[in-house]
């Protein structure tokens, strides 16, 4: 099994920034894929970005431009740094690992974010 474990979420103002990171533990195969997701009230979860093992990325259209989604293989960690964050990007922000070889995901509890205006 996998643990996950999210931090950095908070309360900021529009045009502020905020980095989420999340430290995986457990059995970890070397080949992964580690992502966000978010889920906004009343909405359905939604992909923000991913990273591979080999550090291969992709965003959704939303946040191209002003997410980062990085890993640090020797730490097992993903972060996710926000900048000029927008109200719309109010939500909950999970943590996702998807192991290539097993197929299975895990998720974090996830983290709180909240973008005044």
């Known amino acids: 099994q996998v643990q996950l474990v999210e931090s950095g979420g908070g309360l900021v103002q529009a045009g502020g920034s905020l980095r989420l990171s999340c430290a995986a533990s457990g059995r970890i195969f070397s080949r992964n894929v580690m992502a966000w997701y978010r889920q906004a009230p009343g909405k359905q979860r939604e992909l923000v970005a991913q990273?591979?093992?080999?550090?291969?990325?992709s965003y959704t259209d939303s946040v191209k431009g002003r997410f980062a989604i990085s890993r640090d293989n020797a730490k097992n960690t993903v972060y996710l740094q926000m900048n000029s964050l927008k109200p719309e990007d109010t939500g909950v922000y999970y943590c996702n690992i998807w192991d290539v070889v097993s197929g299975t995901h895990s998720w974090g509890q996830g983290t709180q974010v909240t973008i005044s205006s």
């Open positions: 990273i591979t093992s080999g550090s291969s990325t």
